[in-house]
């Protein structure tokens, strides 16, 4: 069964750094998403993205997150200069219809420790 | 905006018993409720779901009711077995919007 693959599963930083996490979502999937879970907590939406723009956003999602798409399989999430309150585990996923009732399919996520 | 709430925050059980998690929600054009199942440092797992126009739905030993007049959601987990401990998480989604909103979680403990 296909399923959404993140890079890297780890991924250590000092304040103030860039990071890009990377996802792959389900092949034929036209929806993306990005999700954060902080350490105990609940699961947090930040993005959707279809038709290489931005479809969604939330509060979290300020001017230092940015997402991609550079080609026909990966999907980034780049954190332009990273705090320590953006430690948590970061979820990329997929769905093919985004609108109304459709199920999203998560990745394995990456932990971002920033330091 | 959406917003969810989840409840219990923890519950334990003895094999065989029944759990019932229970997640009410705002937004009354809210029509999509899934529930996630995630073990420890592993992806949320959708486990079931329902939508707005259903009342109840049932896999295996697993069933979630929708109350849209109440606006509140439960699953109901039946012969519970060691392996059915995880966190437990709901949410919801609207016709119009693409974020699933999340409650807090349940962390549901099976002991043999």
């Known amino acids: 069964e296909p399923e959404v693959t993140q890079t890297p599963s780890h991924q250590v930083t000092q304040m103030g750094q860039e990071v890009i996490l990377r996802c792959v979502p389900i092949?034929?999937?036209?929806?993306f998403y990005w999700y954060r879970q902080i350490l105990g907590q609940k699961v947090e939406f930040l993005v959707s993205?279809?038709?290489?723009?931005?479809?969604?956003k939330s509060e979290i999602f300020d001017d230092q997150f940015s997402v991609e798409r550079p080609d026909g399989s990966n999907f980034t999430l780049k954190i332009r200069s990273t705090k320590l309150e953006d430690s948590a585990m970061y979820f990329c996923a997929s769905s093919t219809l985004g609108r109304g009732a459709d199920t999203q399919y998560f990745g394995p996520g990456t932990r971002l420790t920033v330091l | 905006g959406e917003n969810v709430e989840q409840h219990p925050s923890t519950l334990s059980v003895q094999e065989g018993d029944s759990a019932v998690i229970k997640c009410t929600y705002s937004?009354?054009?809210?029509?999509?409720f899934p529930w996630y199942k995630q073990e420890l440092g592993k992806r949320p797992q959708l486990i079931i779901d329902i939508r707005s126009n259903v009342g109840e739905k049932k896999d295996q030993r697993i069933a979630v009711t929708l109350n849209k007049t109440a606006k509140h959601f439960s699953l109901h987990i039946t012969e519970t077995q060691p392996e059915d401990s995880a966190v437990y998480f709901c949410a919801a989604k609207g016709q119009a919007g693409t974020a699933l909103i999340f409650g807090k979680g349940t962390t549901l403990s099976v002991s043999s």
């Open positions: 937004d009354s054009a809210s029509n999509y």
């Open positions: 993205f279809y038709n290489n723009e931005i479809s969604e």
């Open positions: 092949s034929n999937h036209l929806y």
